[in-house]
């Protein structure tokens, strides 16, 4: 992938460990992290837990006033497809937080674009499987544990 000064590039990925939901998303900016973010949680499902991490990315990167792509890279390209899905389910907040962002960025400038790529873990990407190997080996430790659920 060629990196440049007007790309922002969102590297995420989700595990489950302990019945915890962990997501991290990273923004990459001319080939170096510039943003990282560790989103962890219970009692949620997987895709709500995705879809936070793609809002935060995108909140971020429109805040970086002379970016004009913003790429998305996932593991998992079916989260990708709730954030275009107008019908009613529980994501609706994330959605409407993410439309709103991608609303600012393209008025900003309608050469602006954004893309989606999936790149499943088997594919070993370096970004990527960075991300990937943090995620697997992030050892959460409670600070209350007899307040875990």
Request: hydrophobic share 40%; with cysteine; aromatic share 12%.
């Amino acid at each position: 992938m060629s990196y440049n000064l007007l790309t922002a590039v969102i590297v995420s990925d989700t595990s489950i460990k302990k019945h915890i939901i962990i997501s991290i998303a990273q923004i990459h900016v001319h080939g170096n992290p510039i943003i990282k973010t560790i989103y962890y949680t219970i009692n949620i499902m997987s895709t709500e837990a995705e879809l936070f991490t793609i809002r935060y990315g995108i909140n971020q990167a429109t805040y970086l006033l002379n970016i004009k792509r913003i790429f998305i890279i996932l593991y998992s390209f079916h989260t990708t497809k709730r954030i275009f899905d107008s019908s009613i389910h529980p994501y609706q907040i994330h959605l409407t937080a993410i439309s709103c962002k991608l609303r600012e960025f393209f008025k900003r400038n309608t050469d602006n674009s954004i893309k989606f790529w999936d790149c499943p873990s088997h594919y070993n990407w370096g970004s990527h499987s960075i991300i990937n190997k943090e995620i697997k080996s992030f050892d959460l430790i409670s600070i209350l544990p007899c307040k875990s659920s």
